[in-house]
């Protein structure tokens, strides 16, 4: 029984390396790159199964797998979204802030900045 359940554990993270990791994905000529690649996902794994245990979760990764991945997307689509944003309000600059001194301006842009910039921190360092 004990060397089935090791066994399975086993079983359990090929699959989910596969599914969910992109193990075996890969495409080079190199073996050290296919080393490589199979180490950092097994490093990637290793790294969720870290954050179940400091979450005090059992169960399987995928679950968390998922929650994480839509977390990073959230994170890109605003840091994406304010360099849009950004980008407009400097490209429109003497239209909607007449009368505001350029540098108060990138001031004002730069503590907004920074703000999303924190908050992004935080957000990526509740695992």
Known sequence: MSYYARRWAIEVFFKDAKQMLYMAKEQSNNFDAL??????????????????????????????FRELSDDQNVL???QS?????KELL??????????????????ILDIIEKTI???MSIASAKL
């Open 35 to 64: 080393i490589a690649c199979h180490s950092l996902v097994m490093i990637r794994y290793l790294l969720l199964v870290y954050i179940l245990g400091k979450r005090q979760m059992s169960g399987p990764v995928g679950p968390l």
């Open 76 to 78: 890109v689509v605003a």
């Open 81 to 85: 979204l304010w360099e849009k944003v």
């Open 90 to 107: 400097l490209g429109s600059r003497q239209v909607l802030c007449y009368g505001i001194e350029p540098d108060v301006m990138n001031y």
């Open 117 to 119: 910039i924190d908050q």
